[in-house]
């Protein structure tokens, strides 16, 4: 893998220079790199590329000898160039690649204005977390290597460019009168990961005095008062682990197909729109108190390589609670925590209890990452350093930890051994109790551990009730969900999850009584749907099958649509529904359904 391949010369800066050609679907211009030698005589260095069309090269201005190697199907294609001189270790060149991206890059999703909110103007935009930037910009696209990046992007006129980075201003296109160039600056070192560029017809609104909200138009108001908590949340999160360090805190509203639920793009988080709750029960403010906790854990502090990818997440997930704990109470950070543990449950079962991919840090070796991805970094991360935290003496003592560790690996990368090291020496009067963790179990199988029940007894209790009942549902009423809040809902559907399904008469009653149907959160829409088509509700499969199209985050749509495969007889409508959607989705999303319905890369839609 590229991240082991000892790197020879590493990058420090990054120009890009990029023209958003929407009739081509490509981006076309140049990245300009700023490298320094590792090693004495050093004259070759490797990029990664994917599927990039590398028009020239040069070394400070002088011409270079360029190959391609033979093309991988997740990793790419490796651009050897030979520089035309040698330079030695400590010295810098500036290498300048003239490219084009191609119309089916895994990093960008072209949407035509019929996609749009508006439906007046095409959008892009880009996820390359964690292998996709290669197919974007050639660049040393691992994790371990951080350098600050300058942009300038060309887009036509009607529309707007935005990065991860701080916004430098716009101006009228030298080249083209109808397009204008807009300039971006970090200055903050950071992995090519989290580079990301968005185009369409944005619009954005202030919502604290280090941040705005972006999306087209018709979400920006929406936008403004669902975040409307974000300063508290910088600030709650600064309390807890430090200065943040990147200046603007910014948020963009995807559309529908984005597929993550966050991601946490330097000075840009990028957000699904089925956070969005319509003001009606709104609880998913929690994605972006996890988005936020990446500006210390992830971006500032970074795994080395994929394989630690728990580091990122672990440790932002401990974070994104301990904001929670400051802002609502402990019973809420513990109920969360009971969630999260269900999800690595799921997660387990889906890659089966014996796969390495339930390792904490697994090997990954020839697996590509968007296979490998799932709760276990996140919730066998947290689980660990809760385990963690009530062996050390509690939460203020561990965060105070956590904080040591930021502060320590500030603008670095690390690995697992070298945040373990930095565990034992902080706590250097507590190796007793350290030495008696069972550290081999923790990475390398599953764990039971116990949270506080006191929010989720209502939710066992009902739901328990409906696993025991037989056939009297007369017991039930309309009222035994009155009193649950939005988390205390999404906990009791999940539990039932848990369970074998359950007879198509309960869940019809359920509807009666509950009318679940009605409700639009996407969290409880997801878990209902699944409990309807898990129960064979047959009228319910066009209702599911719609949720998983209309939007696109994996966390909804692969569930989704493998339930409604998972229902004989409507395997065939599963797969037809989503040969139908192929085109129009995200192309990583695309891959991991088609995958999940055993469909061929190559089959076409028959319709
Ligand atoms: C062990 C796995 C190693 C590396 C995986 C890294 C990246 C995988 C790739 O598929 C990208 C994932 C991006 C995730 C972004 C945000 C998540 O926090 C979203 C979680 C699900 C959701 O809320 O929709
Ligand atoms: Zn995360």
Request: a negative charge; one cysteine or more.
């Given at each position: 893998q590229e991240e082991k391949r000892a790197h020879r010369c590493l990058t420090k800066h990054l120009n890009l220079c990029l023209n958003v050609d929407f009739t081509k679907r490509v981006l076309k211009g140049r990245a300009t790199l700023t490298l320094e030698a590792l090693e004495d005589r050093f004259s070759v260095l490797t990029l990664d590329t994917r599927d990039l069309k590398i028009i020239s090269v040069s070394a400070n201005g002088q011409e270079a000898s360029f190959t391609l190697g033979s093309k991988h199907s997740f990793k790419g294609t490796p651009l050897e160039i030979r520089l035309p001189f040698d330079i030695s270790r400590g010295q810098h060149v500036i290498v300048e690649v003239k490219y084009e991206t191609s119309p089916s890059a895994t990093a960008l999703q072209w949407l035509t204005p019929e996609q749009t909110a508006g439906k007046k103007y095409p959008y892009l935009f880009s996820q390359c977390?964690?292998?996709?930037c290669r197919s974007m910009v050639p660049c040393q696209d691992s994790p371990s290597v951080k350098h600050t990046y300058y942009a300038q992007v060309s887009v036509p006129k009607d529309l707007v460019a935005v990065m991860s980075a701080v916004r430098d201003g716009h101006e009228m296109d030298p080249q083209d009168s109808e397009r204008i160039v807009y300039r971006f600056r970090q200055p903050v070192p950071m992995p090519s990961y989290l580079i990301a560029i968005v185009a369409g017809a944005l619009e954005s609104r202030e919502i604290g005095p280090r941040s705005r909200v972006w999306s087209e138009k018709e979400f920006v108001h929406q936008a403004a008062s669902e975040f409307s908590e974000t300063e508290q949340m910088l600030q709650t999160a600064e309390k807890l682990a430090g200065p943040y360090v990147w200046g603007q805190y910014d948020i963009l509203v995807l559309p529908p197909?984005?597929?993550?639920?966050?991601?946490?793009?330097?000075?840009l988080t990028f957000a699904t729109p089925t956070l969005l709750c319509l003001n009606l029960y709104s609880c998913l403010h929690q994605v972006i108190a996890h988005e936020i906790s990446h500006s210390w854990t992830g971006n500032l502090v970074t795994n080395k390589?994929?394989?630690?990818?728990w580091l990122n997440e672990g440790h932002t997930v401990y974070l994104e609670r301990m904001i929670g704990r400051s802002m609502e109470s402990e019973q809420f950070r513990q109920f969360k925590a009971m969630g999260g543990w269900k999800d690595l449950q799921d997660s387990v079962n889906t890659f089966g209890p014996?796969?390495?991919?339930?390792?904490?840090?697994?090997?990954?070796?020839?697996?590509?990452p968007d296979d490998a991805f799932s709760s276990v970094p996140y919730e066998k991360g947290f689980a660990l350093l809760y385990h963690l935290e009530e062996l050390m003496g509690g939460p203020e003592v561990f965060m105070e930890f956590v904080k040591s560790y930021i502060q320590m690996f500030a603008y670095s990368s690390v690995t697992t051994d070298q945040w373990k090291n930095y565990l034992f020496t902080y706590f250097k009067d507590k190796v007793d109790i350290l030495n008696k963790v069972d550290w081999n179990a923790w990475m390398y199988t599953p764990c039971v551990i116990m949270y506080d029940t006191t929010l989720a007894d209502a939710c066992i209790a009902l739901s328990q009730k409906w696993i025991k009942v037989?056939?009297?549902?007369?017991?039930?009423?309309?009222?035994?969900?009155?009193?649950?809040s939005s988390h205390q809902l999404i906990e009791f559907l999940s539990l039932l999850l848990q369970e074998d399904p359950l007879p198509l008469t309960h869940v019809k009653k359920m509807q009666d009584l509950y009318n679940l149907n009605s409700y639009m959160n996407s969290e409880i829409r997801f878990r209902w749907l699944r409990l309807c088509v898990r129960s064979k509700w047959e009228e319910m499969v066009p209702v599911a099958l719609k949720m998983a199209t209309e939007q696109g985050r994996l966390k909804f749509t692969r569930p989704l649509f493998r339930e409604v495969y998972t229902f004989e007889k409507y395997r065939e409508e599963a797969v037809r529904v989503f040969l139908a959607h192929r085109a129009a989705m995200h192309p990583v999303t695309a891959g991991l359904v088609a995958k999940a319905l055993k469909v061929e890369q190559s089959q076409s839609t028959g319709v």
């Open positions: 977390q964690a292998h996709h197909s984005f597929p993550y639920g966050g991601m946490e793009n330097p000075c390589t994929w394989e630690h990818f014996n796969s390495p991919l339930t390792n904490l840090v697994p090997s990954l070796q020839d697996v590509d037989r056939s009297d549902l007369n017991g039930f009423k309309e009222s035994d969900i009155k009193t649950l």
